[in-house]
């Protein structure tokens, strides 16, 4: 089976840098992807790590490490338009490649 | 401008009137998913294709019927609706399943 944990909630101020992390137990690692929702509205594609390290784009970087089963989200320079909940989701390459989702991190951001 | 359409939005219906969610995208994706979203579950899978006449069981299949005829639309089928069905829809695409999705606006149903 497959577990994805992420935190529930978090706050951080504008401007500053916060970092969401997710973990993962699934058998078949393929693959781990970040989205973006804000409230009522459809997830956005972030990120995607299928390798160790770090992809950067703009303010945003995603790290996964395979072997502690563990990535992060890490945004800087926040602005408010960057309250949202973040979604972690793993491909799972013993359940037919399927995408499974975790319950999202919302993120809270303070002038 | 490449997207995936929904139809409804909204919608409010009683249960055990059949009822059929619409799916739409215009980028020639292979992959197409149904997934519903509720407070404190997170996304989880309904059902999902990888081609045209192919479909597959998600997490949460049951209650819930697909088609894939032509590439282009997925529709969402709910024969018997009932309450436990009230959720947000989302449809999704993607290349060929192995890159990012490109999800539809949602649709909100209430089953009463």
């Known amino acids: 089976g497959q577990n994805i944990d992420q935190p529930t909630e978090m706050t951080a101020t504008e401007g500053a840098i916060v970092q969401i992390n997710c973990t993962y137990q699934t058998s078949g690692f393929n693959g781990l992807f970040w989205y973006q929702q804000h409230a009522g509205e459809a997830p956005t594609f972030l990120s995607y790590?299928?390798?160790?390290g770090l992809e950067e784009k703009g303010r945003f970087s995603s790290f996964l490490s395979r072997s502690k089963g563990y990535s992060y989200l890490l945004l800087k320079e926040l602005q408010m338009k960057d309250s949202a909940s973040y979604l972690c989701a793993v491909r799972d390459r013993d359940r037919d490649d399927k995408i499974i989702f975790g319950k999202g991190t919302r993120l809270h951001i303070l002038p | 401008e490449a997207q995936v359409t929904q139809n409804p939005r909204y919608l409010i219906t009683v249960t055990g009137k059949k009822l059929t969610v619409t799916c739409s995208q215009n980028?020639?994706?292979?992959?197409m998913s149904w997934y519903r979203q509720d407070p404190g579950l997170g996304l989880r899978q309904i059902y999902y294709?990888?081609?045209?006449?192919?479909?597959d069981k998600g997490d949460v299949p049951e209650g819930y019927k697909v088609s894939r005829k032509e590439k282009r639309n997925f529709p969402l089928i709910l024969e018997s609706p009932s309450p436990n069905q009230t959720s947000l829809y989302f449809c999704?695409?993607?290349?060929?399943?192995?890159?990012?999705?490109?999800f539809g606006p949602g649709t909100r149903l209430t089953v009463t």
């Open positions: 790590n299928v390798l160790d």
């Open positions: 999704a695409s993607s290349l060929d399943g192995h890159y990012e999705q490109y």
């Open positions: 980028m020639n994706h292979e992959y």
């Open positions: 294709s990888m081609n045209v006449e192919v479909t």
